[in-house]
Each structure stands twice: as C-alpha cells, then as structure tokens.
C-alpha cells in the first residue's frame, strides 16, 4: 500500500523552464516530444492530468501500485493526485507527453468537465488501445501541436495550441459520455455487481456534489446529508479516489465558475451571489488563489480561447 504522505507533489511549477528534456512549458501546459530523454525518478505525485501516446515499443509504470504496460497504438490517460513509480521504456520506444493542469482542463472543457472527471471516479487512470483511425487522428494531433509549439514568439501563438487541446480534449469526452450512457443503459449489470459500501458512499457523495445547484463548500453538510461523519467520509474518499472531499468540493466550485464566467452574462458580483460566497472580496481572492488572475481577467482568458480569427485578433490589439 502506498503512503501518500510519504510522497512528494509534483506539479507543473516545479519544471525547470531550462530543462533541456522539455519542449514546451507554461504555466499550465507541458509537452514532452520523445519521452526515452525524461530521466529515471523517484514516486511522485503528479498535480497534473497527464496524456501518453505510444507509437512504437512499450513503457511500463507504475499507477497508484498498479503495474501499467502501455504498448504500441495505445493512449495512456490519468487524473491529477496519481503516484507513478518505475517508469521504465524499451530500447525502441517511441512516445509524447502531455501534461495539463487541472485549471487549463477546467479552462478547455468548460461544462463538460463532468464527463472528464467521472471517467476517473473509480480508477486513475485509462488505458486505450486505438484502432487506425484514431491513431492517426491523435498522432496528427500531437504533430500539429509540436509544429505549433515549435513557433513561439508567433502572434497568438498559445491560443492556436490551446484551441488544438480543447479539440482532443473535446473529442475524448465525447467518447466518455458515450460509454457512460451506454453503461448507465444495463441496469442489470449494476444489480449483478453491487457496490462496495465505501464505494456506494463515495458515489453518493459524488452524485450530490454534481446535482447540486451550489456547491456547499463544507464537508460537514454532505457527511450530514449522507448520515456519517465527516472523518468518515474523508476516509472513504481518500481511499476510493485518493482525493480529500475539499478537492472535490473545490474541484467542482472552480467548474461552476469557470462556466459561470465564461458562458453567462452574469456579472462578477452575480456569480459570487449565486454561488452563495459570503461576499465579493472572498469571492475575488477565491478565483485568483486557484487561477491566478481576478475574475474579470479570467473571464476575459476563458472567451479569448473561445474565439479564433478576427475576434481574436481584434480583442489583442485592443489590450495592447
């Protein structure tokens, strides 16, 4: 069993900017175009949600304990908080690396980050083995944004490669609420698994943080709604998620405001109203604590990657 305590974090702003194994990093993108230069590391913590395609060869890692070998055609996706361990590549491996922070997928995916997160509630991590077109679809992805990547200094540069990540992005949550709904179509198959009791409660708090209007920010008030105690609760999420109930709760606060901000007319003080923060001050320092600008600035971040051309164009040269 893992000691998550024992493990150190690793996020994006703990990358060497210099880092000659590095093709390209910001403050919440980074890609890796030939990953056999990444050298050998101890466990870490990845706060990050991590992309891997294998073209040729194989990579064995370790997720979560869990022993993972990812061989050719296939695309290897995981959560934030996830513990890799033992990374090792065969002498002809051939692969990319994507790795996006939790704020830029929130960003990218806007009200459809629900379909992203509960792919990930019961495991951390998905293995895909892609059939020709899909291969070539997301090898032409990550040759495009290597290209793109390659032109920094060029006008609008990052919108061109965050439109391109929202696209496959996009495009991967399409096939997820598609196996969702075909899953949630054979109730039988439910009735013949029955959840575990930890497992049944975790979904349960899962199903009321998401049908919830407003996102209560307290973990007491969903332990109560779920008759157990608040340890409780944080025992079970941990262990069924390796997430406290707070990042969850966080996780989808941030959500609703990103899609309060970037897809309503709402003003900044409406959006604080209504998901019921105790003033706009708290509001404020809020939003900029989780992504590092004000809510106005933010929300003109969140439509500027909405629109391309003219729009765009238009919206720079009146900042300048």
């Known amino acids: 069993m893992i000691n998550d305590d024992m493990i150190p974090s690793f996020g994006i702003e703990d990358i060497n900017p210099n880092d000659p194994n590095v093709d390209y990093l910001d403050k919440d993108l980074v890609f890796v175009d030939d990953m056999r230069r990444l050298p050998d590391a101890a466990a870490m913590k990845f706060k990050?949600?991590?992309t891997l395609i294998c073209l040729h060869g194989r990579l064995s890692v370790v997720l979560n304990g869990q022993r993972i070998e990812v061989g050719e055609r296939q695309l290897l996706l995981s959560h934030s908080n996830?513990?890799?361990d033992d990374?090792?590549?065969s002498p002809n491996y051939?692969?990319?690396?994507?790795?996006?922070?939790?704020?830029?997928?929130?960003?990218l995916l806007g009200q459809y980050i629900d379909i992203w997160q509960r792919e990930f509630y019961e495991r951390p991590y998905i293995l895909?083995?892609?059939n020709d077109r899909d291969f070539t679809g997301f090898t032409c992805f990550y040759q495009l944004t290597s290209m793109k990547m390659e032109e920094i200094g060029t006008q609008l540069h990052r919108e061109v490669i965050l439109v391109l990540l929202?696209?496959?992005l996009l495009d991967l949550c399409s096939r997820f609420q598609s196996a969702q709904e075909q899953q949630a179509a054979l109730p039988s198959q439910a009735e013949a698994a029955p959840l575990r009791q930890g497992s049944l409660l975790f979904h349960r708090f899962l199903d009321l943080l998401t049908s919830a209007a407003i996102k209560r920010r307290s973990v007491?008030?969903?332990?109560?709604?779920?008759s157990v105690t608040p340890k409780y609760l944080s025992t079970v999420c941990r262990r069924e998620s390796g997430k406290s109930p707070h990042e969850w709760i966080r996780e989808y606060t941030l959500a609703d405001i990103a899609y309060y901000l970037k897809s309503t007319t709402l003003t900044i003080k409406e959006i604080s109203d209504r998901l019921e923060f105790p003033n706009l001050s708290f509001f404020g320092?809020?939003?900029?604590?989780?992504f590092g600008v004000s809510p106005m600035k933010y929300r003109e971040n969140l439509r500027r990657v909405s629109y391309t051309g003219t729009d765009a164009a238009s919206s720079d040269r009146h900042e300048q």
Do not use: C, P, W
């Not at 320092?285 to 989780?290: G, I, L, N, Q």
């Open 166 to 168: 929202q696209a496959s």
């Open 94 to 107: 051939e692969g990319k690396l994507l790795m996006v922070s939790d704020r830029l997928a929130k960003m």
């Open 82 to 84: 996830v513990i890799a």
């Open 87 to 89: 990374y090792m590549v």
């Open 128 to 130: 895909v083995s892609l």
């Open 220 to 226: 007491t008030y969903y332990a109560d709604q779920l």
């Open 48 to 50: 990050m949600n991590l």
């Open 285 to 290: 320092r809020f939003v900029k604590e989780h």
